[in-house]
Nanobody, 121 residues
Framework: QVQLVESGGGLVQPGGSLRLSCAAS????????MGWYRQAPGKQRELVAS???????NYADSVKGRFTISRDNAKNTVYLQMSSLKPEDTAVYSC???????????????WGQGTQVTVSS
């Protein structure tokens, strides 16, 4: 089976930084796109950033210039470096990856358990 495990959330003051990590493990054949989503209370989940296997990247307008997504294919891990954090960045952040399990023919989307990021003074 395949699972995604996130780490790195927490409480940070406005203007501070945090780095989130998400490691995929299990019976992995191929990892395609990876990304980070967030959901704040009372709001819909939104895409924060995504990175393709080949390295092409997309960011939500609200985080451009402040957040950086990267991946280490050798470690099956995706990172989100968040800087200049604002209170409106407060949300549960979840990683997503499109993975082909070696037991199956087609890839599927997998989700991490989510990690809370709170930006507050």
């Amino acid at each position: 089976q395949v699972q995604l495990v996130e780490s790195g959330g927490g409480l940070v003051q406005p203007g501070g930084s945090l780095r989130l990590s998400c490691a995929a493990s299990g019976t992995i054949a191929t990892i395609n796109g990876m990304g980070w989503y967030r959901q704040a209370p009372g709001k819909q989940r939104e895409l924060v950033a995504s990175i393709a296997r080949g390295g092409s990247i997309n960011y939500a307008d609200s985080v451009k210039g402040r957040f950086t997504i990267s991946r280490d294919n050798a470690k099956n891990t995706v990172y989100l470096q968040m800087s200049s954090l604002k209170p409106e960045d407060t949300a549960v952040y979840s990683c997503n990856a499109n993975i082909r399990d070696s037991r199956f023919y087609f890839p599927h989307d997998y989700w991490g358990q989510g990690t809370q990021v709170t930006v507050s003074s």
